[in-house]
């Protein structure tokens, strides 16, 4: 596949390498190409560029930006680069504010989360969460004593969950599929709860895992 990724910070490095290394195309899309210069070098095949032309390269796009930058970035990349396209939305709706006893803080309320907000404005866009309850260091292939972690995702299109759901089997992840993009109401959260131990205990390598009967 080529995969067109907004965003140059650690989630978008750390993806990036991921789907280089199964084999897939990749373009960073960022507002300042100079800066990837040195990731690039080091991870040979990776393409650079803009937002709108990492949009358009990919069959799959991956949202990797700050939360609160995310419709703006949706906006630079181009609804036309994005319509129909499965996109998947890494991305939490964080304030800036420090975290109090380790809890961070949230733009949005439990009714409304970022993604439906992206749903609402980008009609022809075929958003999955996933990717955003974990650390970057464990999004990839991660080793865990207790076995293979779960993502939570969800999303309206199932062609586009599917897509998703097999690009999570290459990763490492079991899939766990909470249905239309209201239940990124439940998963943007898990941020908070994930984070909370990297905050006290400075333990940063963990991630969810749904145990089941079947
Ligand atoms: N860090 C993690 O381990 C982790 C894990 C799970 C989920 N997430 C979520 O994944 C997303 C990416 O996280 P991150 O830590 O990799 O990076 P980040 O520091 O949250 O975001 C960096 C990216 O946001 C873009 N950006 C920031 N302000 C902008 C603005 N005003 N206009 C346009 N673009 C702007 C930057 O664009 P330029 O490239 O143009 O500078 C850059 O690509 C976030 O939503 C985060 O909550 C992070």
Known sequence: MNVGILGSGAVAKALAAGF??????????????????????????????GFSESAGFGDVVVLAVKGSAAADVLRAAGA??????????????????????????????????????????????????????????????PQFEGGTPTMFICGNDEAAKQIVREILDQFGWETADMGKAEAARAIEPLCILWCIPGFLRNEWTHAFKLLTNR
């Open 20 to 49: 280089l290394r199964h084999g897939h195309a990749v373009m960073l899309g960022t507002r300042t190409p100079s800066k990837l210069a040195d990731w690039a070098a080091s991870n040979s095949g990776a393409r650079i560029a």
């Open 80 to 141: 036309e680069h994005l319509a129909e396209k499965p996109v998947i939305d890494t991305t939490n709706p964080l304030t800036d504010a420090p975290p109090s006893n380790g809890v961070l803080r949230f733009f949005t309320d439990l009714d409304e989360s970022l993604m439906e907000r992206l749903q609402r404005e980008f009609g022809e866009v075929r958003f999955v969460k996933a990717f955003n309850s974990v650390g970057n260091a464990c999004m990839v292939n």
